[in-house]
């Protein structure tokens, strides 16, 4: 409980402090400096989550430009703009900051997938590329109807599908998933929704049976859910939550004796800040992840010597969270992002890339592990490829489990389900152009 308290007096303090700032970190473009628009929510019902992403995502680009120099010379600005992770306030950054840096906001990274859905067709309209790691639409990986989305890294439904891969593995193999009962305890939301298509596929092909049962956001109360659950007896539990719907769900799953370690969490509902509060009713939680936590990897270790040494503050209020699930998450889309602005220079200059050329080095991404190796961040992030028609590039997740103090990966990197996932990608984009009015891109043709 005490620790339970001085996390978020900790939150707390650092909000006084950000509302008084205004737009925390904030580092202004000038002339020939690479700008990042950053859609923040410091404010609201994740605010711990966000604060530890952001900080990890502003870490790195802060790192790049007091090691470094930037990229290629080439110094890195950003600006903040708050959502309170609200649809309507994300769409009101996404025009406010679209035209801000020289020649305009060369990319738009929202984090929150009701803003990526509402958005699509203004950064079609306005050429500017979306990137949604983790989050947003997912057969907006079909760079032929989507070419202004990069859905980079894993999606939700090969995440998805990956988790249903474990739980296959768990029980001996997946032809032993035949007769089980699985529980889709979901956020109702767009995000929350995302998996269902997906899962009911699998339910088929496998011959389990999936119940989907929806938790009206933010998610506090959850006790009619749970005594459901109670009485289906489901064999698993998928948590697909966001914010305090997570340690509210274990708390409720420790109440009505539903044991923790058959609940598999999504990546959002994978940081310290989701199980922390939740106490032991978190111990033997397991989630999927993008991205391990810890400080052990060259990259965070790099940020702590440039950024936080010699008493020197970086970005986070509190230095022990850098290294956390979501902190390292945040530097994984810096990284992406990053990588993206320095392919482009490759092939345009070494200056600041425009948005057409930074869709054009999302495209074109080609991290390998060597390129991670020397990035520092091996382990840390897999390798991606993306090409025309494929904005993911990579597709596979880890698996992870609170031990009371920490999360162990307890798995190697786990892929999804590619063969059953891409026909439906495409099938759902196909319908998407319909509905749109759009003409697929002839991939053959592009470069």
């Not at 650092?14 to 700032?21: D, F, G, I, R, Y």
């Not at 032993?176 to 529980?183: H, R």
């Not at 220079?345 to 999302?362: H, I, N, P, S, T």
């Amino acid at each position: 409980m005490n620790c339970f308290r001085g996390f978020f007096g900790q939150v707390i303090r650092w909000l006084v402090t950000a509302v008084s700032l205004g737009a925390v970190g904030t580092v202004y473009a000038q002339a020939n400096e690479q700008y990042f628009p950053i859609v923040a929510f410091r404010t609201g019902p994740v605010v711990a989550l966000s604060t530890s992403l952001l900080g990890g995502f502003i870490d790195y680009l802060d790192l790049l430009n007091k090691r470094d120099g930037g990229i290629n010379g080439v110094k890195l600005a950003w600006e903040e703009c708050e959502t309170e992770y609200k649809v309507d306030r994300g769409i009101e950054c996404y025009e406010r900051l679209k035209n801000k840096g020289p020649g305009g906001a060369p990319l738009f990274l929202p984090v929150i997938t009701g803003i990526i859905y509402t958005a699509i067709e203004r950064s079609r309209a306005d050429k500017i590329p979306i990137v949604s790691i983790g989050t947003g639409r997912t057969d907006s990986a079909d760079g032929r109807v989507f070419p202004y989305i990069f859905a980079l890294a894993t999606h939700y439904w090969n995440g998805s599908t990956a988790k249903i891969r474990f739980i296959g593995q768990r029980e001996g193999g997946m032809d032993k998933l035949k007769g089980k009962k699985i529980v889709n305890l979901y956020h109702g939301s767009a995000y929350g929704k995302e998996t269902i298509p997906v899962l009911d596929a699998q339910a088929k092909k496998y011959g389990f049976e999936i119940v989907h049962i929806e938790v009206t956001p933010p998610g506090a109360e959850q006790q009619s859910q749970w005594l459901q659950i109670r009485r289906l007896n489901p064999d698993w539990v998928i948590l697909r939550s966001a914010g305090i719907m997570t340690p509210a769900a274990l708390k409720s799953a420790q109440r009505v004796g539903y044991p923790v370690d058959r609940i598999i969490g999504v990546w959002w509902a994978g940081s310290e800040e989701d199980v922390i509060p939740a106490g032991d009713a978190a111990k033997g939680f397991i989630t999927n992840t993008i991205n391990p936590s810890g400080q052990d990897f060259p990259v965070i270790r790099e940020i702590l010597t440039h950024l936080y040494g010699g008493g020197k503050r970086g970005n986070m209020e509190d230095p022990k969270r850098v290294g956390s699930s979501v902190y390292n998450a945040g530097v994984l889309h810096a990284i992406l992002t990053t990588e993206a602005v320095r392919t482009a220079q490759e092939k345009f200059g070494k200056k600041a890339m425009d948005r057409e050329q930074v869709r054009w080095g999302l495209e074109h991404l080609n991290i390998d592990e060597a390129r991670l190796k020397k990035l520092g961040a091996g382990g840390l992030l897999q390798p991606v490829k993306t090409s025309c028609s494929n904005h993911e590039g990579g597709g596979a997740v880890k698996f992870q489990q609170w031990d009371g103090q920490k999360w162990v990966v307890i798995s190697d990197w786990v892929p999804g389900d590619e063969a059953m996932v891409r026909p439906m990608i495409e099938e759902s984009a196909a319908k998407y152009a319909k509905e749109k009015g759009i003409a697929p891109r002839d991939c053959s043709k592009e470069s």
